[in-house]
């Protein structure tokens, strides 16, 4: 039942992102395109390319949209609305979110598409690069949450939320969720400029998956920072199951709003500034989290 | 009853993947097909309840293997395995070594009477038991470990960097 | 408290800070030092005779990282960060010209700090870290001119024959814990019998590397490629001292048979790098060797039973020859070089360095009231009244009157040569004198008056450091015999053939070649001329009679043939002998060499090179191991 | 019952991945068989840890130990590969003998 209700939470919300990024994109909102869309991919023939690996083309969108759907498996929607609370489950997220690195390189492999094929290593680099914003501001979460338990992390700030006392963390999270969903300025591997990369080879039911698991990744990273920094299901007045949907909704439309805005960037400087900048302030902010543990114990 | 079905699954999975690992002449499929080995040893290691170990292993393979993916096409000659090239030396003494080691192996397995059946701590359990462990009784270990791994890590790096005149 | 942390901390710290900062390298470096020192003097005054100060780390009981610091402890501690702080404050005048002075100086921390801890650990696992850390920073600055031609050799010849003496120390050490069931040092040193004897062999091979004592006594002269502060500091407080403190640390348990030992190694030591001071060419070298055979005295003390006497004998020998160092850098900047005869004459140059220098090494070689005098009479003392006294009084005297020689011979040969007047335009000015000046200053006021510490010492340490009027006398003679033999006379004169064995520091390895094969050589030679002579005589014999012949013209055939067949003979004869050296002598080098080429060659016939086909060989192995351990089990 | 279905899995692994190692001319595919027998031995740990000693944590710990070290020997492989490929073009083993005696 609870997973019933999940997956159809996610689809909901991948809806509602679709209408967002529209929205973002045109400046209109139009509820009705998202289905049409869904509906004319649909119908539209699958071409595949010439000479392509066969299992890894196809299997690639179906991973992506599995190892989305798992990460978000182990986000809370309230104190009990969960479908697995793993003990480790702040570690699974990222666990989850490598794999879609996996299936982008096996989309971009299997396509026998030069485009595609620099679409999906250009994304190896940036996402093993980021997963480490990932993992290391979650780190620093679980520190004060004393646990790897979504459940646990969100109830350890009942007091405060962890965007106040993480301010550094967050903002690492936020621009590494970014990174992760290739959204812009970072989205290299389907740039325009690369004839839209990865997903350039892919048609009719494919790329309808492979969009599928796109949003719902996006939805997924939305729901892990507000469960890690926005305290998830805590609010006042509304109950906590209408919190963590319009928390993530508004984090949805920041994440997909904000980067339009931003030039997008070099793959060199993204790595660089990844590499160089990020990962050292994301273990300022452990040891900050650290200090600040301390002294207030 | 679940556990040994879920071992005996994963562990097939495993060997299965491991034979193509080395039978597939292209060479993004061999690493693919050893990530899968990875996730299925992953499997096992949930299976056993080792949670934590588990999620690492699904973590850290992913990676890993993509990049040793990366790696291949770029030393390869015959990446894609389109010019079936043979890649393969002393075939024979190589499965020799190979199934005596398995052999050795499945001996010891059968054959030693192991004892077993134990409880083991809920996952929480677990993740803080390791914890002391680590920051405890083998701290020392621990680092040093890390230390040497890093430094390792650092001369590869330079090796890989130096200047070829 | 706290102080002997920060004195582990002012030196370590100070590196880590030059190497974040690499600017105000040499305020820094001084500011690290000076702290150090301070630390190092409270400490001292805050222990008492008996009490030690024990600091752990918080909240890790189990962890071996433990400082304590006792009398003896805090005592080298402070010998340490004074002979430092000096060579410190000299280093910023020597080290002026060069460039990389942050890596220079942050070595130096590394250096100093590593042997900081090693006084102060207390338990064997600090203690082999810091061991190990001493090593590594001597291998970086020794090679710290690493670009300049046969640096890089002699770092890694140090290293490498240190390190091969580890293994004595890590055997050494690992026995002690396991049988003790504790790392912790002084809990160790409780134990006795078989265990106590192994580890104490062991520990013995472990100091006589470090320490440069014979049979490793070579690698000290290469060392002396690195810049000179490096080898003040490596010879008076850090490296060798290591050896040292390893056999004093661990006193306690050396057995009477052990302790024979470390004494006759001293002895030796004393004797044969005494021999080889005395036949240098190179000043520093010279100065090299002369530590050995100083560490050779408190080998010797130790193994008369007084590790007082040596303790003393190290405090003032710190002072004495980092000063001596000292100097040999100042003159070593005015010429560009230490070889004596590039050094001929600056002594007159350069009146004030030279007196400076006379001080220093008359306390070396041991005239009252210097320094020197008492700790080596206490030395004396210890080898008349300890057991053995017989022998190890004889090594005791007889390195001193070489001690002498070696002084009077460098002096003599810093203060003779031709007139300076017309190398004055090569000489360069020495830049940083100043900063020099202050450092060798102090080291030499030190030398000079050390000698009073020894009631401190006896006092604050509860050590006793025998005296004995004879070992007095003794002492005394030995020097001024040394003194006036060495002034008198060149080293030629006194070594003779010995000289290119002696100079090239009686080395194992080589050094076989010269104590076994090179006087067997000789002496084939000098047969080979005593035939040459035969031969010529009887040729000279045979043409006289000829003449003779010649001239009376009654020459009989006969005789004439049997002259010249004598002289064929002699001929013959000669030439026998000759084959003979190189057939019996050089072929049979030449065959053990050819039959260690030829097994090396059959096993390499294995080494394919081809990385499979040795991984296959090395796995098969691994089974056949496998098998015997299943099949034996 | 199932720690001999977790032995029997990693022997047969680890026979795998030494043929692997052993049979293949290419430096990474060596370094798959090697990540092979690797697995099997993290596999053989983490057995040994769950159904004999399930209170003793230093088997867990040496399985990370294990998982750090796969990574580091590819980031080790990969150095040497690189600088091998930069002096010769290539990193096919068969080709490389210069550890030849």
Sequence with gaps: MTALLFVLLLLIGAYVVTVIERWAVTGRIDPVAPLAGALALLATESIVPRRPDRTLFDAAPVLMLISAVLAAAVLPLTSSGIVVDLATGGLFVNAALVYIMVALVMAGWGADGAYAMVGGWSFLGQLIAYSMLIVMPIAAVAMRAQSLSTVAIVQSQASVWNVITQPLGFVLFVLAAMGASFLPPFDLPNATALAMGVAGEYTGVRLAVFRLGRLVLVVTLATAITVFFLGGWLGPLLPGWVWTPVKTLVVAATLLAGGRYVPRLRQEHLLQWSWKLGIPLALTNIAWVGVTLLAVR | MGQPIAVGFFGVVAIWFAITVFRTSSMVRSALALLAVMVALGGIFLALEAEFLGVLQLMMMASEMTIMAIFMVMYMMDPGGLGQMEMTHQKRSAGLVGALGALGGVTLAVFVAWGGGATVPTPTGQLRLLGLEIMGRSMLIFETAGVTILVAMIAATAVAIARWR | ?????????????????????????????????????????????????????????????????????????????????????????????????????????????????????????????????????????????????????????????????????????????????????????????????????????????????????????????????????????????????????????????????????????????????????????????????????????????????WPGAALFHLVTNAAIKSSLFLGAGIYQHTRGSTRFDALRGVGRRHRWVY????????????????????????????TLTGRHAAIFSLFAVTGAVLTGVYVARALRLLWRGPDTDERSDREQRISGLTWMAVGFGWLVVLAAVLGLAEPVLERRLGVTVPQRAAALLLGLLAALLGLVAGWLRPADYWLRRLRPVAERGFRVGDGLIDVAVRPSLALARSCDIFDRGIHDFVLSTGHGALRLALGARFLDDGIHRVVDGIGALGLALAGLTRRSDEVGIERLILALVSAVRTLGGRARQLQTGLIYRELLLASVGALAILLVVVLTY | MTLTLCLLVGAVLFGIGLYGAFSQTNLVMIMMGVEVMLGAAMLNLVAFWRFLHPQAFSGQMFVLIVMTVMALEAAVGFGLATARFRAKGSVEMEEAAELKG
């Design chain 3, 1 to 305: 408290m706290i102080t002997p942390l920060v004195v582990v901390l002012g030196s370590l710290g100070t590196g880590a800070l030059i190497l974040a900062l690499r600017r105000f390298v040499v305020p820094l470096a001084l500011a690290g030092a000076t702290l150090s020192f301070l630390a190092a003097i409270a400490t001292f005054t805050q222990v008492q005779m008996t009490d030690s100060r024990v600091l752990q780390l918080p909240g890790l009981p189990s962890f071996p990282f433990l400082l304590l610091a006792d009398a003896r402890a805090s005592l080298l501690a402070m010998v340490v960060a004074t002979v430092n702080l000096l060579v410190v404050i000299y280093a910023a005048g020597y080290m002026t010209d060069e460039r990389d002075q942050a890596r220079f100086f942050a070595e130096l921390a590394l250096f100093t700090g590593a042997m900081q801890i090693l006084l102060l650990a207390g338990d064997w696992i600090l203690f082999i870290t810091a061991w190990e850390v001493i090593a590594l920073a001597s291998y970086l600055l020794i090679g710290f001119w690493f670009e300049r031609s046969g640096v890089k050799e002699a770092a890694t010849r140090a290293f490498l024959v240190t390190r091969g003496a580890d293994l004595g120390l890590y055997s050494g050490a690992i026995i002690l814990s396991m049988e003790a069931g504790t790392t912790r040092i002084d809990d160790t040193l409780r134990l006795g019998g078989t265990a106590a004897l192994v580890a104490g062999v062991a520990l013995l091979i472990a100091a006589i590397g470090k320490a440069a004592q014979v049979p490793l006594q070579g690698w000290l002269q290469d060392a002396m490629v690195g810049p000179t502060p490096v080898s003040a500091l490596l010879h008076a407080a850090t490296l060798v001292v290591a050896g040292v403190v390893l056999l004093l640390r661990v006193f306690p348990l050396l057995s009477p048979s052990v302790l024979l030992l470390v004494g006759l190694v001293g002895g030796v030591t004393a004797l044969i790098t005494g021999l080889t001071a005395v036949s240098q060419r190179d000043f520093k070298r010279l100065l090299a060797s002369s530590t050995s055979s100083q560490l050779g005295f408190m080998f010797l003390a130790i193994g008369a039973g």
């Design chain 3, 355 to 382: 007196a400076a220098l006379a001080v220093a090494g008359l306390s070396l070689a041991g005239i009252p009231p210097l320094a020197g005098f008492w700790s080596k009479d206490a030395v004396f003392a210890a």
